[in-house]
């Protein structure tokens, strides 16, 4: 792992010096860095974006296979880099605020979940504990600590990724990705192409045959509709949900963690 991380560290070193160009988003970096960090009781050398032993792995077998290679890019890439200078809404004192309205449960989870890995030491935690309902929790807990980062770390991102994917014109693709962007790049394949997401209760069909994209556009046909009739009655809707439909991703949050 330390050749691994000495060959790989030069993919997001140069993008992360640019912080330094700028004092005052160096500085609300700094200070969000160490906030996130001491919330989930993470090493302070530790960096949660930089490429690991995977990669490695990944490279090798596309070589033995004569493969074609293509970077998506790095967690810092140039467009990200603008996004972050560019958002001046996260400030220490909104996390402080933000923390402080955190419900009680998070809190208690946010604990457990400093002491699994402090006792079993965080490389052993990641390695064998790291699930996809941790890493669901993680996303969630990191949107309301800090949702305009989300937004541009995690959503953004994915969608700069599924472009990329997608313009990669190849009969056979493999995708290698942080866990981290593995939920939300399988639903932003399912919405383009109208396919089903992994169903995590192998017993149950939670949208059966449905068509997404038919769904995305009726959700926008009712809201449109529902505007039109609101303001004709100058009144507000009685309710902003669709008709009660059991399959809809609202509904559904055993496999859209952004609804939790």
Same mark, same amino acid.
């Not at 790095?74 to 140039?78: L, W």
């Not at 996004?83 to 400030?91: F, G, I, P, V």
């Not at 402090?118 to 965080?122: A, L, M, R, V």
């Given at each position: 792992m330390d050749l691994a991380n000495k060959s790989l560290k030069h993919l997001i070193s140069v993008p992360i010096n640019n912080f330094t160009k700028n004092p005052m988003f160096k500085l609300r970096w700094i200070l969000f860095n160490l906030f996130f960090?001491?919330?989930?009781?993470? %090493?302070l050398e *530790?960096?949660?974006?930089? %490429?690991?032993?995977?990669?490695?792995?990944?490279? @090798? @077998? =596309?070589?033995?296979?004569?493969?074609r290679t293509v970077f998506l890019g790095?967690?810092?890439?140039?467009t990200t880099l603008s996004?972050?200078?560019?958002?001046?809404?996260?400030?220490f004192l909104r996390n402080l605020s933000n923390l402080f309205n955190l419900s009680h449960v998070y809190k208690v989870e946010g604990i457990e979940f400093k002491a699994k890995h402090?006792?079993?030491?965080?490389t052993n935690f !990641? @390695?064998?504990?790291?699930? =996809? %309902?941790?890493?669901?929790?993680?996303?969630?807990?990191?949107?309301?600590? *800090?949702?305009?980062? $989300? &937004?541009?770390?995690?959503? $953004?991102?994915?969608?700069?990724?599924? &472009?990329?994917? !997608?313009?990669n014109k190849s009969k056979r693709m493999v995708a290698v990705v942080n866990q981290l962007h593995m939920e939300g790049l399988e639903h932003h394949w399912c919405n383009a192409y109208g396919v089903l997401p992994r169903n995590m209760e192998k017993r149950i069909n939670p949208i059966g045959d449905m068509s997404l994209?038919?769904?995305l556009y009726d959700q926008m046909y009712h809201a449109i509709m529902r505007e039109i009739k609101s303001s004709r009655e100058k009144?507000?809707?009685?309710s902003y949900t669709n008709d009660i439909n059991v399959y809809h991703r609202e509904f559904n949050h055993h496999y859209e963690h952004r609804n939790m």
């Open positions: 960090k001491n919330f989930y009781g993470l %090493p *530790f960096n949660p974006f930089l %490429p690991g032993l995977e990669i490695k792995y990944a490279l @090798e @077998e =596309a070589k033995k296979l004569d493969s790095s967690a810092f890439d140039d996004r972050l200078k560019h958002e001046t809404r996260n400030s402090q006792n079993s030491g965080f !990641v @390695e064998s504990n790291m699930d =996809a %309902p941790q890493m669901n929790w993680l996303i969630q807990t990191f949107q309301l600590l *800090f949702p305009e980062y $989300k &937004r541009i770390l995690i959503d $953004k991102k994915e969608e700069d990724m599924f &472009r990329s994917i !997608v313009n994209r038919q769904m009144s507000t809707p009685a």
